[in-house]
């Protein structure tokens, strides 16, 4: 046994079930659920999708160079229904192409599973996944303002669950989680997180409105070339949710937050201790029969590239309008703020997004997409921005097939 310790197979071992455990239990989930139904009614729909996209980048990768970009994403989509069982599997693949500046192409995947079954009428059991491979530079800038080098990285997450009415108005739901990240560049951290909430919600008299009430943890190990270290975070939960169908749903979380950060670094061990709270909280609208809005506010904090704790602000707003039954159209805005304590890297970044697009439907499942994107980025650090301008045309067709 120390023979084999020193030579590190076992430890090699243990990083490969990392890594296929969850690809393996999320198959017996699949295969699983489609046993279940076999000895019931159980309906299939299967929708193969394809796009593809032409792009003109004035800034591509905000490298100071224009190139023309092809994106063909061909992908495919599998939801089943049953009596007592719900299941979801997608895929999709985006293959890039630059006609000048080959050295940008990539290749990324997307793979995500969700399945629920009934034990009995009060006892919902979940599990779901999510297995991507994309670059940091996609990743980074859309969830923390951060641009990044392209760097290869692979991230997969597993969540199992369990939901159990209490009675007709109170609920507790459990939702656990564990998620890999590895990234090919030594700079950039390699992390492994684990932990899950516990969240009590009941129902108000109207049957539409929802308070909710909880705690959750979670615990952070990472390692990279120049620092390693865990973080362990802390939050209480309260929020309200309401849902009234189609008109509006708005929801509404926040509490607490306590992280305790460890960082080794040149043989040198710094300790962090970080009071503040998360928000969460999204507003859909339908404000008329054409009309439609999407609003989201966010605030919390987040791990970065170098495993740092991110505290992050971010806004999101969306306005879409059907013109007619063929044409519609629909404007996005984004903000980020993002900074870091500085004990690995020290930043401080505001990122602009805005965007209009206009649809037009041939028919149900093929339709045109016409769009202009702005983004700009500011390192408040050292007082520099960069800007880029997108213009696409994408056309997508779907093949929905139902079976029973």
Not at 22 to 51: C, D, F, Q, Y
Not at 343 to 369: H, I
Request: proline share 2%.
């Amino acid at each position: 046994m120390q023979t084999l310790l020193k030579k590190g197979w076992l430890k090699m071992d243990f990083q490969k079930c990392r890594v296929f455990l969850p690809a393996m239990v999320l198959s017996a989930v699949i295969i699983l659920s489609v046993h279940i139904e076999k000895s019931g009614a159980a309906e299939w729909i299967i929708t193969p999708e394809m796009s593809v996209t032409g792009t003109y980048d004035d800034n591509l990768l905000f490298e100071d160079v224009s190139d023309y970009e092809l994106r063909a994403s061909p992908g495919l989509r599998a939801n089943m229904t049953g009596e007592r069982t719900r299941l979801e599997v997608a895929g999709k693949v985006d293959v890039l192409s630059y006609l000048d500046y080959s050295e940008f192409d990539r290749v990324n995947q997307d793979y995500t599973l969700q399945s629920e079954y009934d034990l009995n009428p009060r006892t919902t059991l979940k599990m779901g996944g999510r297995l991507r491979f994309d670059y940091t530079f996609e990743t980074e800038l859309e969830e923390a303002g951060i641009v990044s080098e392209k760097s290869r990285r692979s991230y997969y997450t597993f969540l199992p669950g369990i939901s159990v009415a209490l009675d007709e108005r109170n609920s507790l739901a459990l939702d656990l989680f564990y998620a890999s990240t590895d990234n090919r560049r030594d700079e950039r951290a390699d992390s492994w997180s684990t932990g899950g909430d516990l969240v009590w919600s009941r129902m108000f008299l109207d049957e539409q409105t929802f308070f909710l009430a909880g705690a959750g943890v979670e615990h952070v190990d990472f390692e990279s070339r120049r620092v390693e270290g865990t973080h362990d975070i802390y939050r209480g939960i309260v929020g309200v949710s309401r849902d009234m169908g189609e008109r509006y749903n708005v929801l509404l979380r926040g509490g607490p937050t306590w992280t305790h950060s460890r960082f080794d670094r040149n043989d040198e061990r710094r300790r962090d201790d970080d009071l503040g709270f998360f928000i969460d909280s999204r507003l859909l609208w339908q404000i008329t029969e054409r009309t439609s809005t999407d609003v989201g506010i966010d605030h919390g904090q987040y791990q970065s590239i170098y495993a740092e704790n991110i505290t992050r602000n971010r806004i999101r707003a969306g306005l879409r309008h059907r013109f007619t039954e063929k044409w519609s159209g629909n404007a996005t805005g984004s903000f980020i703020n993002s900074r870091t304590t500085g004990l690995v890297s020290r930043e401080k970044r505001n990122t602009w997004q805005t965007g209009l697009s206009a649809t037009y439907n041939l028919r149900p499942d093929m339709f045109f997409d016409l769009g202009y994107r702005y983004r700009h980025t500011r390192d408040r650090v050292d007082s520099t921005s960069k800007d880029g301008n997108r213009f696409f045309l994408q056309f997508t067709i779907r093949f929905p097939k139902q079976l029973n």
